[in-house]
Nanobody
């Protein structure tokens, strides 16, 4: 299984970006997929997670109301819409997948698969 993230870039504060993560291989809707980020000098943190079912997505408190995660099971793809971006959102964003729950994803469960990151830079 490989995860390929894309869509990062540089925007000004208040701007928007849309990240995509395509999964190739044996990713089914039994896998939870999500996004993490790591800012310079900080630990990697959970951003958002989504199950393959109709379960409500889960978000970190810092991005609630600004970011939206969505999933297209037919395309094995997840998206992260980033709105009202702030300088503190600057980080490398990684997608991940695991046969777990979004709750476990949020609270640090090891992930089966990771993609290479995509850089998001927000200037003030």
């Amino acid at each position: 299984v490989q995860l390929q993230a894309s869509g990062g870039g540089s925007v000004q504060s208040g701007g928007s970006l849309r990240l995509s993560c395509v999964a190739s291989g044996s990713i089914t809707n039994r896998y939870v997929m999500g996004w993490f980020r790591q800012a310079p000098g900080k630990e990697r943190e959970f951003v958002a997670g989504i199950a393959g079912s109709t379960e409500t997505p889960r978000y970190a408190n810092s991005v609630k109301g600004r970011f939206t995660i969505s999933r297209d099971n037919a395309k094995n793809t997840i998206y992260l819409q980033l709105n009202n971006l702030k300088p503190e959102d600057t980080a490398v964003y990684y997608c991940a997948a695991d046969r777990t729950t979004t709750q476990h994803m949020e609270f640090g469960a090891p992930m089966d698969y990771w993609g290479k990151g995509t850089q998001v830079t927000v200037s003030s």
